[in-house]
């Protein structure tokens, strides 16, 4: 049996055959880490991981690589910006939408209130709330670009806007919005940008990034301490970024492969790729609204929304439609919670939970229409 994948939102695959490569041309050939030593091998590799935070710049239009923090992945970006930045006392926002890499960090810190700025039932932010929830104690807003659920993506330029009148700091979630289309740090007024290497950007699990401004950056207390390999003559986090926010030996495969993505990304383009999963995402929606016993969630204005698409089964239990679409036609989705009670409560899928297809840019028209027909099938009982 073919199999379909369209679970690009939990991690994009296939993977560009140049990402195995240069992890493996890594592991095999050069060996070294970054900031140590000083050998050849050493500053190639260097070189590598100055070149992916160059590439990194580039894609969300930030101008110093020092202010491109490497993680573990979006989690541990997000972990960094809510517990460094917050103190016992303060208050924060966020929307209706939001993962559970926000709102666990954000939950279980002392003494820190939240709000939750209501949202539609399509999941989209409703701005106009937003004065009358600020507090005078309100530092942040956290806010998922696009769901993980639906694909509705949010005005992050109001939000970015809103925040900088208020004094307030901005971090936004792109794990379903980088690589996927433009993005650009100044114009959203962010402070801060959390990414997941694996996702739209390509590269191998287990690397991410946190972008930041100087200013948000200054203000934030290291989630981890420990060795840098740079002034090792102080038994203190050094001062200067990146190396203050990056302490222990780096995912250097992971450094490897996901230079490698990017160079992959940046040849395509992320217009193009932005057109092309446009127009799958269009084809997805138009054969969906000739099924019946099937119902999208979310928005169906293209351009407000990204290629992630919740359907809700009428006539069986949504995580019996994914097993049957998986084991009878090679369809892989992605059933349940996702990770994100919050946005199911808005949405009005809780707990019962959604079917979710999430398309990429080496979908195919072919994989589409086949996916169509299987939903036509498993949808009928
Ligand atoms: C909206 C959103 N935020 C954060 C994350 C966390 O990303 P990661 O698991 O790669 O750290 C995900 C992953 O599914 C996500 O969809």
Known sequence: MQTI??????????????????????????????????????????LTTLALREQLCRLFGLDDPSCVILTAG????????????LHPGDHVLVSGMEHNAVMRPLLRLPDVSCTRVPCDRTGK???SAL???????????VLSHASNVCGTLQDAAAVGAFCQSHGIAFVLDGAQTAGHLDLDF?????????????????????????LLTRDFAAQLTPLIAGGTGSASDAEDMPPFLPDRLEAGTPNLPGIYGWQAALTVLEQQGIRNRRARETALTRRFLDGLATIPAVSLVGTRDLDARVGVIAVDFHRLDNADASDRLATEYG???????????????????????????????????????????????????
Do not use: W
């Open 131 to 141: 004065p009358a929830l600020v507090q005078p104690n309100t530092r942040l807003f």
């Open 5 to 46: 994948y369209l679970d690009h939102a939990a991690t994009s695959f296939p993977k560009p055959h140049e990402v195995a490569e240069a992890m493996t041309r890594y592991v095999e050939t050069v060996g070294a880490t970054i900031n140590r030593s000083i050998y050849g091998a050493a500053l190639e590799a260097e």
């Open 74 to 85: 979006a989690t541990m970006a997000l972990n960094q910006a809510i517990s460094g930045f």
């Open 331 to 381: 369809v892989l989705t992605r059933c349940g919670l996702h990770c994100a009670p919050a946005a199911h409560r808005t949405l009005g899928t809780f707990p019962r939970g959604v079917v979710r297809f999430s398309l990429g840019y080496t979908t195919t028209e072919a994989e589409i229409d086949a996916a169509l027909d299987a939903i036509r099938a498993v949808s009928a009982g």
């Open 125 to 127: 932010l409703e701005l």
């Open 186 to 210: 100044g114009a959203l007024g962010l402070s801060a940008l959390a990414v997941p290497g694996h996702k739209g950007l390509l590269g191998p699990q287990g690397i991410g990034a946190l």
